[in-house]
Every structure is written in C-alpha cells, then in structure tokens.
C-alpha cells in the first residue's frame, strides 16, 4: 500500500476489520489509497499484497478465526498499540497500484486465464491437484470419500488399510488410519486478558510485539517467508506464524493434543478447571482422582499392562490430588472420605516408616469413622515389616470393645461388631490359631442361639460354667445346647476323650522336609478344639482353649434392636468364615464380607486343568459352541435360590464343590453340617432349613432322604423344603420321586399358597418342559393359578385360552402387588413364572426356533420389562433381581441346547445381564460358553478387561474367574498374566487363597522358566501376607527343592518371630531327627 508524500493526507491504514469503526477521514484515505493500480492491472502479489476483500467477508474471516485465537488474546492496554501497523512498517509492504470503480467490490473484466491454458472446463483435462484430505467428507473421520466416476461424483466407504499409501492389511484392527487435530489451549497464557477486563471481540492478533519489533530491521526478503494465502495450507492458517510457538512462550501455558477428539482428556481438562474454580467441591476433587484410572488404562491395552513404574506414578499423582483436596475441606463426612483414600493411595508409594506416623496422627479419628479404621488395620496386617499377631488381635478387639461400648447400640453397630470379629477371626484361623477361631464361633452361636429365654444378657457366669464343663457344644455330636444344660441343671455327660494315631515320618534325608510334614500332620489334628482329656494336649496347651481366651471377643445381640435381622448377618459371616456362600445376604455389611479379600477364603483353584494346546481344530468352533458350559462356580458370586442349590453337573451349584472337594472347605465339614442341623432343628431357625439340605445334597448326599424328612418333620408347612427335595431327587435320576414329592404337595392348600406355592408349580413345569413335553410344562404352569385345572392335568390335551390370560393378569398382579409391598423374594418367584409361562405360550418369534423350543424372544422381553420394574421400585441391586436374571439366563441355556440359536443373540443378552450383576458367575461363565473362541480374539477375554475389571466393578471373584478362563481357554502365558493382574489389582492382591494357588501353578508347569518363577513368587506372596502360615509352610512343602537350608530357616523364624502357630519347635525336631538317624 503506498503513502503519500503530503502531509494533508490521511495516515495510511491496515485492511479494517468488522468490530474496528474507522473515522470518515480514514474510509476516504484507505479508498483512495485502494485507488492506485499496476499498469497491467493485476491484484498484488500474493508475498506482500492483500486481496480486497467486502466487509461481509472479512466478517466471516474473522468470526472463523477468533474461535481459535481467543484463548491467547494480548492484554487491552496493548490492543490499540497493536491494531495500527507504524507508517515504516506499512511502506516495506508495497502493492502494485490498481483501479477499481468501486471501494467495496472488485469486477474482474479480463476472467479466469487458466481456462485458456487448460482449454476449457472440462474436468476431465485438468490435472488432479488438491488439498491433504481432499475428497473426505465431514463428520466421518475419514471413512466417506468422495470419488469421480466420468463426469460424476460418488461416494464410497473406505475401511482402514485400504487404499494406495497403506501398508497394513489389519482390516478393522488397523491403527494406521488416524486423523489428528493441532493442539488445543486448554487455559489462556500470561499475557492473556483477565476476564474482569473490557475485552475487544473484534481484535484478531496477527503477529506478537515482539516479533514486529524483530521484524523492523529485517530486509524485503523476509517476505519469502511470510504464508502464502493461495498455498495449501490456506488463509491464516500457516503454523510457522502462530505465536504460541515462540520460544518465550511460558511453560505453564498448557495445551492437551486431543487426538480423535478424546474425550478422556477432554473429562480431564474440565475436572482440572472445576477443581480450580472451585477448590471446595470435593466431589470434583474425588472424581479426578477416579479419572487417573481411566487415563492410566488409556496406555495400556489388554496384553500390555501398565509397568509398576506407571502405576507408582499415576499413585503420586492421586496423592498430591487427595492432598490438595485435604486442605479444602470443610465438612466432617468429606475430610473422613478423603483421608481414607489418601491413607490407601499413600500406603503404596510411602515409606512404611512414614505411613506408620501418619497413622499414628490419625488415630482420633479411627474411632467414629469405620472405613478408615478398616483400611489402618490393612495396612497393619500387610506390613511384614512390624507385624505381630499379638499386635493385630490387640487392635481388633479394641475396636469390638469401643463398637460394643456405645450408648445404646443400634443395628448398624452391631453389624459392625459381627464383621470385626468375623475378621478377628478369619485372622487367627489364617495365623494357624484354628482352635481358637473355631472355639470363639462355638461360644458366640451358644451365646445368640441357645440362650434361655429366663436369661438376660447378662449370663457370662453361667455360660462360663457350661463351656468349662467340656460338655458337647454346638457342631459337636451329641450337642443340645447350652439352654438344655441349664434346664437340667449341668447333668450332661461329656464326651469320651480323643485319641490319636502316631505321627508317620516321612522317609526323606531332607530334615526341614520331615519338620514340613510332621507339622502339617499337628495341624490338621488342631483343627478343632480339644478338651483337658484328649490326647497330644500336655505337649500342645495351645489346643485347649479356655474361657479365659474367648471371653473378651463375646456379646449377645440385643432382641430389641431388630435382633432377627443381626442374628442373619451372624450366620452370614458364620458361613463365610467356614468357606461357604452366604445363606441371606441381607445388608451391605454382609455383600462387604463377601467382597472383603481379608474375610473370604476362597477355594483352592483348580490348577491341573489342562492348558489348552495352541493348536485349533477346524471345526472348533462349532465344539466349544456346543459343549456344555463350565459350571463349576466355586469361589464364584450367585444369588442364592432353589435351581442353584440342588444341581450337581447340569447346572450351576451354589456351593460350586461336590462331595469329593468337601476336604478344600477351611473348617471340618463334619461340624459345619452339625450346626447347621442344630441351629435348624433345637434353635428353630426354619429359614435356614433350606440351605441346610442344600448343604446335605452337595456334601453329605447320602443323608439327603433322611434329612429332608426330619426337616419336615418339624416344619410340615415348609414348602421350600418340599420343592428343594423334589429338585434334589430329579437332579440324582430319580425323576419319580421327584414329581410324587410335588404331587403330594401340591394336594395341601397350604403348599400351593403365595409365592412359595408358585415355586412348586415352576419346578414342575420345568421338570415337564425338560422332558420334551411344552403342553404339559404349560398344564403345570397355569393350575399355579387355577385350582380347575389341578384335577384334570394329568389327562388334559389342550389348554383353553382363558386359563392362559387369567395366568398372565395373575402372575402381573402379584408382581406389581408384591414390589409394592417390598417383598421383593416374593416378587422375583412371580417373575420367574412369568418368564416361564412367555416362552410357553406366546407365538411370534423373532429367533430361530424348532419345535422343541419356545419363544425365547417373548421371554426375554418379560425379563428386560421385569428389570426395569424392579430397579424403578427401587430394587434393582437386590438378590431378588440377581435371582429374577439368573432365570433368564437359565432360559437361554435350554434353548440353547435344544435346537437353533444365535451365538450373537446370547452373548447380547449374557451382556446386559452383567450390566446389572457384573460378578455374577453364572453369567460370566455362560458368556464364556457362548463365546466363539477364535484364535486372535478371545472375546470374553476383552469383555472382562473392558466392562468387568475396572474401577467400581473389580472385584475378588471376577478375579477368580479371569484366572479360570485361562486355565481352560489359554495357554501358560496368558494364564500366568491372568494371575499377575489379579495380584497386583486392590482388591486381590492381599488374597492368600490367590497366592497359593499362584505359587502352586509355577511349580506345576513344565517349563523351566516358569517352574523357576515358583520361589520368587512365594516371596511376594510372604511380603504380601505375612500373616498366612498356609503361604510360609508352601516354602517347606511346594518350593522345597528349590530352597536352601538357610532359606527355609529364615522362614520358619520369620514364622516364629511374628507370632505365628507353631505346634513343633524346629529346634528340639531337628535334635531328634538326628538322634533317630544315627540309630538307624
């Protein structure tokens, strides 16, 4: 642009922007200055020159380039400095002159000159030249394109590897396909204007002050290098320019590179800025805590796992988080929920010396808040460091005591007692204190249970006389009862004294191997408790627990304070201490026991399940599709209810063991099924009855027909008990008995009466639709409803359609009536008829289907409908829902197995199961089942990794079967990483059950690598749990050839030094061992 010379005329200007209102004298001068023109009439050149351009456009221009320059806008007390170019500057650009009629518009009389040059429009004869990205369509991420066919335009799909410049042919798997953005400002930098400042939206900055400033002294070549507005890279878009790549651009300006617009950092960038807007919500602050998970899984993929490194940081990161949050809190509950966090996320990078002293500073604040208290004594427990037995039983009594202390104590602390003894207890059983364990669950049942009703909590004198007497107590055979030893005044005989066999020395050279097994004999014999009398008690006093030992840890729960639903949180965690699943589940409490990797004892796994061979067989597939599912749920999660509890190979089983296993249970099973009997038969506890013969059917099936009819005997009115033996003979072959139990049932009104009645009519009609036979499983089904039909099932050959809607309206109504109610057990034993009775009878199936089958497609609509029910009367995590859904998927598995199905269609309704019930066993392994099992691709793998293993659904028992679906479906490799995740994951890594198993399967294996991996990975499992003596004695039994001598007697004093049950002493053996050796 040239300047005049005479000072009478107007300051040249630069080219005017929409928000900029230039004075009059400026639009004249700018429009004559506009009015100079180069002889041939040409626009200037492209270096120097701007193409004039309307003020609608250069509107545009500028509302399209302010989104992205916003962020960085200079300070308004610099904005006017820099909105004028100085008359120096202005003149180094010069334009050719040119003429124009108009100052707005420009008329271009001479046309486009390349139609000349190329001869025409004709596309097809201009060469092909466009821009990167040229022919993709917006919004598709690069798969539409746009393509020429002659004359036409068209549009294709192009999948990722296709096309000339890809080197992969991955297919959909390819990552080469990727299209990335520039980075974004997430904050504005120093010199960005604040926001109480008066901000000029009309402003766009070019250039920075201080590039101007260094471009003064810089010649006419600087031009070259200034962005061509007709290049590829278009209008202001050149990257060379931006100013927020100079090198004085400050550190913390931060700018996040959203690859595919990622929505995780995207989270991260709004959660960073709430949390500094608002340093008070702590929400927030918990919430971006929560999102490092999910930025750390961003990195990993599922065969590649964070490194220990990555996760160390991403912890450091959570606790500087979990600080600052600290420092902003204001309420009570909020600095509770953060130290407690805090305290767990430190304990994995702190020093155990600094963790130990924040502990000591929090120790006020244990006493009224629970989960801190529980996370201290995690902490203690693990620390191998510091930790003795003593200590630990000491820190868990006290917090009984303090629980039990309270004024008034309320359902809620009561529970609380009941879950710290339960882990007082799973302690000193894990410790090798069994006796004691199981003597304290003796003396807490006889407190609860078989109290007299003329005796007030204040009985210790008296129970202290029946415990000292050595009389039988509950479990024992024999026992009555310590409301039977008062009511006959102490005349109860005691039981004759034990005896026991001579220990068997194992003939080995090896003298800590003879101690392993010598100690390992003693240990099985103090597996309960014995009296004064028995034998091997002068040598082993441990043996004999006094009351003196187990007084401290009693109580008696109040009948006040809702004392029938505390006393089933006592069986409960009586239950899951014996190894065994829950019988009622009925408070969190409870659910957190089962979930509890210090309080469940899980299973021994499997490890001589064979690997499967790498090698496929054509037609695998079509196999796995139609082999039957693994139903061996141990250590696995499942509502409980009467299908799960009488089932042995061709379902799954509530106990997930049969009869041969019963030695894997932690306790002597012989006295778990006594007390079961005697809390059901002299305590009257009638709602354990039908656990009680569940039990028998799995571990003691010989007693089945016995049991059942003394249940009965003393409960006639007990229809469960009725449907569970009819259940348990159908499942053992006897189908006539099965159906003659029902047949006498269903003949007393009572029976056949609410929900407990439905279930009868359920279990024969699917016994009836197991045989082949659909129109008698409907009869069945309908005189649930209508008692006509009750007399002439047995003859009848067809069913009216009234009696098939008046079983529909029926099973409605009580559903809705009963959820309504909240008896929601009630409501589940209706749904599950109703799911019955749409496969039964309605028509229009969308699956494939055969003759034999049913429509699967209206019963699956009955259980989606029946979810949202329940979860929208506020039930949807109960186990009445879990066990509405296990149905479902039962369902699905005898469609499946008789006759045409869709692999697809299971795994999606399989999926949305989980989405309710995640750890649900039974839906894991029947995904499992359905799964295809490619060779690339192990889909249950992926699902589990993606949807089940993450935070808020990880948990103990998914862990469990990620390692079991290894062992079956994978190979060592994949196994081995199955168990390395679950170890280092929080919620399993403290599991000794786990560990062992662990240590067990590398010693297994044939290979020499990882065969040499056992010894190392036992002493990981003893820096994890120091407090096992089931993992220390695995060095003197498993690992023993590959331990030296002074190796296994550091562990045996590291057992010793902690306090831990030792019933022969290394020292006075290893005499004796000796002396034997030289008379021999």
């Known amino acids: ?171 959909l798997r390819s990552k080469s396909l990727r299209i990335t953005r520039d980075s974004i400002r997430i904050r504005p930098g120093k010199g960005a204007a604040h926001e109480d400042e008066p901000q000029d939206d009309g402003f766009l900055q070019i250039r920075s002050l201080k590039n101007r400033k260094r471009e003064r002294g810089q010649s006419d070549s600087s031009d070259d290098e200034r ?103 204001r309420a009570l509950e909020d600095r509770q929920a953060v130290t407690v966090r805090l305290m767990r996320e430190g304990m994995k990078i702190w020093p155990t010396k600094t963790a130990t002293k924040k502990w000591t500073e929090l120790a006020g604040d244990e006493e009224s808040h629970f989960e801190l208290w529980r996370a201290h004594v995690d902490f203690a427990m693990t620390n191998i460091a510091a930790l003795n037995y003593d200590d630990i039983q000491r820190m868990l009594l006290d917090r009984l005591r303090k629980v039990l202390a309270r004024p008034s104590p309320s359902e809620s602390d009561y529970s609380e007692a009941i879950y710290v003894f339960l882990r007082a207890m799973r302690f000193a059983h894990d410790a090798g204190y069994k006796e ?3 003597a304290s669950w003796q003396a807490l049942l006889e407190l609860n249970f078989f109290r007299s009703p003329d005796q007030d909590e204040q009985c210790m004198d008296s129970f202290r006389d029946f415990w000292e007497s050595e009389v039988p107590r509950i479990g024992d055979d024999g026992a009555q009862g310590w409301a039977r030893y008062v009511e006959v005044s102490g005349q109860v005989d005691a039981p004759e004294p034990q005896t026991t066999h001579p220990t068997k020395h194992l003939p080995t050279s090896d003298v800590f191997k003879a101690w392993g097994h010598s100690e390992q004999i003693h240990g099985e014999w103090a597996i309960m408790p014995a009296r004064t009398m028995d034998d091997g008690t002068e040598d082993d006093p441990f043996r004999v627990v006094m009351f003196s030992d187990i007084e401290p840890w009693l109580f008696t729960v109040s009948e006040s304070s809702a004392g029938g639903r505390v006393k089933e949180e006592l069986m409960d965690a009586f239950l899951i201490f014996c190894g065994l699943p829950p019988r009622y589940r009925s408070s969190e409490w409870t659910r957190l026991a089962c979930t ?28 796995i599709q139609r082999k039957t599912p693994n139903f061996d749920a141990g250590n696995g999660s499942l509502a409980m209810s009467p299908t799960v509890l009488f089932s042995r190979n061709n379902w799954f089983n509530y106990f997930g063991r049969g009869s041969s296993d019963a030695d894997s249970l932690t306790v002597h099973m012989p006295w778990v099924f006594n007390t079961l009997k005697q809390l059901v038969h002299l305590a009257g506890v009638q709602s354990l009855s039908l656990y009680y013969l569940g039990f028998t059917h799995a571990f003691h099936s010989s007693a089945l027909k016995t049991t059942a009819k003394t249940i009965l005997k003393k409960y006639p009115d007990a229809a469960e008990v009725y449907n569970g033996y009819a259940l348990a003979e159908s499942c053992n072959g006897n189908l006539d008995i099965a159906e003659k139990v029902i047949s006498s049932a269903v003949v007393s009104p009572s029976l056949c009466e609410g929900a407990l009645g439905c279930q009868i009519f359920f279990s024969w009609s699917w016994l009836e639709l197991e045989k082949g036979n659909k129109l008698m499983a409907t009869v069945r089904l309908c005189s649930a409803v209508d008692e006509s039909i009750r007399c002439s099932a ?160 990880d948990c103990i028992t998914s862990r469990f079967f990620s390692v079991q679906h290894e062992l079956v479906r994978g190979n060592m ?108």
């Not at 100079?246 to 949390?275: C, F, T």
């Not at 004892?601 to 499967?612: F, H, L």
């Not at 990975?1017 to 331990?1043: N, Q």
């Open 1 to 171: 642009m040239a300047v005049s010379g005479s000072t009478d005329e107007a300051k040249p200007t630069v080219p005017k922007f929409s928000s900029f209102k230039a004075k009059d004298t400026d639009i004249v001068a700018s429009a004559k200055s506009r009015g100079s023109k180069t002889e041939d009439g040409k626009i200037g050149s492209p270096r120097g020159g701007h193409r004039p351009e309307t003020r609608d456009h250069r509107s545009r221009h500028h509302r399209r380039h302010s989104r992205d320059t916003s962020r960085s806008r200079p300070r308004h007390e610099d904005s006017s400095r820099r909105r004028h170019r100085s008359p120096e500057l202005v003149a180094e650009h010069k334009t050719p002159e040119r003429s124009n009629t108009s100052s707005i518009f420009v008329i271009d009389t001479r046309g486009d000159p390349l139609i000349s040059k190329y001869g025409g429009i004709d596309r097809a004869q201009i060469p092909s030249y466009h821009r990167h990205g040229g022919g993709r369509v917006l919004g598709t991420a690069g798969r539409l394109f746009i393509h020429r066919d002659g004359a036409r335009d068209e549009f294709s799909l192009r999948f990722p590897g296709d096309g000339v410049r890809s080197s992969h042919r991955d297919g």
């Open 227 to 329: 962005p061509s507005y007709r290049s590829i890279e278009g209008k202001a878009k050149s990257r060379n320019f931006d100013d927020e790549s100079d090198e004085d651009s400050s550190e913390d300006e931060e700018a996040i590179h959203i690859e595919g617009d990622n929505p995780l950092q995207w989270k991260s960038m709004q959660l960073s800025k709430r949390v500094k807007l608002q340093p008070g919500d702590i929400d927030a602050w918990l919430e971006l805590v929560d999102h490092q998970d999910d930025l750390q899984r961003l990195g990993e993929t599922i065969d590649e796992r964070a490194s220990a490194n990555a996760a160390r940081s991403f912890s450091e990161i959570k606790v500087s988080m979990l600080e600052s949050a600290l420092e902003n809190t």
């Open 436 to 438: 004691l364990a199981v």
């Open 596 to 623: 509890d990797q210090f309080t469940i004892r899980s299973a021994s796994i499997k490890e001589n399940q064979s690997i499967r061979a790498n090698a496929v067989d054509d037609n695998e597939e079509l196999q």
């Open 794 to 953: 047995a003859h009848a050959k067809s069913l009216p359609p009234t009696a098939i809607l008046k079983t529909r309206q029926a099973l409605q109504s009580r559903i809705h009536q009963a959820l309504y109610e909240g008896r929601v057990g009630d409501a589940s034993s209706y749904a599950e008829c109703m799911i019955l009775w749409s496969y039964l009878t309605e028509e229009g199936c969308l699956e494939p289907t055969s003759a034999d089958q049913g429509n699967i497609s209206a019963s699956m609509r009955v259980v989606e409908n029946m979810s949202i029910e329940f979860k929208s009367a506020g039930y949807g995590d109960t186990p009445g829902h879990e066990r509405m859904l296990q149905t479902g998927a039962r369902m699905l598995h005898l469609n499946a197995s008789r006759g045409p199905f869709r692999r697809a269609y299971l795994r999606d309704q399989f999926s949305g199961f989980l989405e309710h019930f995640p750890s649900n066993t039974m839906f894991l392994s029947l995904l499992e089942w359905a799964d295809s099992s490619i060779r690339v691709i192990d889909e249950t793998r992926q699902l589990m990794y993606d949807r089940i293993l993450i935070k808020g659904r």
């Open 973 to 1080: 490799n994949t196994t081995r990483a199955a168990y390395e995740h679950a170890l280092s994951s929080d919620v399993s890594k403290f599991n000794v059950g786990l560990w062992v198993s662990y240590v067990r399967f590398c010693h297994q294996q044939s290979s020499k690598e990882l065969r040499s991996k056992a010894k190392e990975v036992l002493y990981r499992a003893l820096r994890h749990c120091p407090w096992s003596k089931e993992i220390m004695m695995e060095a003197f039994g498993t690992v023993i050839r590959d331990m030296q001598s002074d190796e296994l007697r550091s562990v045996y004093e590291t057992m010793a030094s902690k306090g831990l049950r030792i019933h022969v002493d290394l020292e006075e053996y290893v005499e004796r061992w000796k002396q034997g050796r030289l008379k021999s």
